[in-house]
């Protein structure tokens, strides 16, 4: 099964910018949808970017678009998300996730997705 390896995490201030890397090991079905989700400490994982890979087509969560930006590098396996202009409301555990089911749901559903990275911290301070 494909596995997902988060880089890129960290600590800035309100304003900066953080690219997130997410390095897949299997160029198959499996990593068709490639997604960015986070969680934050008491509230609901959600949505940030999801790449249809072989579509090329974006998806944001809500109020991600214009700030985030998800891009990938097909030859090295990579699926890179930008965050611009991060706010403290920004901090959260960021996760990548694979394997998307095509269920009920739309690719922004976390519900979604069988194969998830260990996630990467990202902290913004005002």
């Known amino acids: 099964a494909v596995q997902l390896v988060e880089s890129g995490g960290g600590s800035v201030q309100a304003g900066g910018s953080l690219t997130l890397s997410c390095a897949f090991t299997?160029?198959?079905?499996?990593?068709?949808?490639i997604g960015w989700f986070r969680q934050a400490p008491g509230k609901m994982r959600e949505a940030v970017a999801i790449?249809?890979?072989?579509?090329?087509?974006?998806y944001y969560g809500d109020s991600m678009e214009g700030r985030f930006t998800i891009s990938q590098d097909s030859a090295n396996k990579i699926v890179y998300v930008r965050l611009n202009n991060l706010t403290p409301a920004d901090t959260a555990m960021y996760y990548c996730?694979?394997?998307?089911?095509?269920?009920?749901?739309?690719?922004?559903?976390?519900?979604?997705?069988?194969?998830w990275g260990q996630g990467i911290q990202v902290t913004v301070s005002s």
């Open positions: 996730a694979a394997e998307y089911t095509y269920g009920l749901g739309t690719p922004l559903d976390f519900r979604e997705y069988r194969i």
């Open positions: 299997e160029d198959t079905s499996s990593s068709d949808f």
């Open positions: 790449l249809n890979r072989r579509a090329g087509e974006a």
